[in-house]
């Protein structure tokens, strides 16, 4: 009952997770993170068992902290997508698979800002926004109508926030809390979490609202 969205912009990419942890129907608690910094421009979001994603993340992070402690450089965002993929690929014919969703986000110089979504069965894509868990049957037809390329920050934190109120209004999960960060070239930044908007109720047609004096 996880949502996680990811949005490209001009130059940056920005990123979501809800911040319920948990298990069965039981909120353990609703202020988790569930975005993993990879590098200074490097964010990954993940969704799914919770102990398979908060261990494959560290797992990703660390062996990519070595690649540049090894070699004096980061991984691109691209180079970065396709090493987690094929680690993924590979525990998949295991027998200690990972079942975890992913979305990753990163700037770099030479390519920008780019978004990879990936699914626990290995497939990765390179997408200009893209959403992982049931919060996809609702907001994917938000993104088509709303999304337009190199969207300002300010255009696309208006455009997650249709896509809350959405989950909000519909999902039968109450998902009342978004984590939110931007990568752009300066690197990962935290902003404020966003809440659904409240909503006046509507009125029915032919009725009257009443004082009671």
Do not use: W
């Amino acid at each position: 009952m996880e949502c996680l969205i990811g949005i490209r912009g001009k130059d940056f990419v920005l990123m979501a997770g809800d911040s319920v942890a948990g298990r069965s129907v039981v909120a353990m608690k609703k202020d988790h993170d569930k975005m993993y910094q990879l590098s200074n421009r490097l964010l990954m979001a993940a969704c799914g068992e919770g102990g398979d994603t908060v261990q494959f993340a560290e797992y990703i992070a660390k062996n990519i902290q070595l690649y540049r402690m090894r070699n004096g450089y980061d991984l691109s965002t691209k180079a970065a997508a396709s090493f987690t993929r094929r680690n993924l690929a590979d525990y998949l014919r295991s027998s200690t698979p990972y079942f975890v969703n992913l979305l990753i986000g990163g700037y770099d110089d030479s390519d920008g800002a780019d978004l990879y979504y990936m699914d626990y069965l290995g497939s990765m894509v390179k997408l200009p926004f893209g959403v992982h868990g049931y919060g996809s049957f609702f907001v994917l037809s938000v993104m088509d109508r709303y999304y337009k390329e190199d969207m300002t920050r300010d255009e696309a934190l208006v455009l997650l926030q249709r896509c809350i109120d959405e989950i909000h209004e519909r999902f039968i999960i109450n998902l009342n809390s978004f984590k939110v960060k931007i990568v752009d070239k300066e690197g990962i930044h935290v902003m404020k979490d966003l809440r659904p908007t409240t909503k006046q109720p509507e009125e029915t047609p032919g009725t009257q609202s009443m004082d009671i004096v």
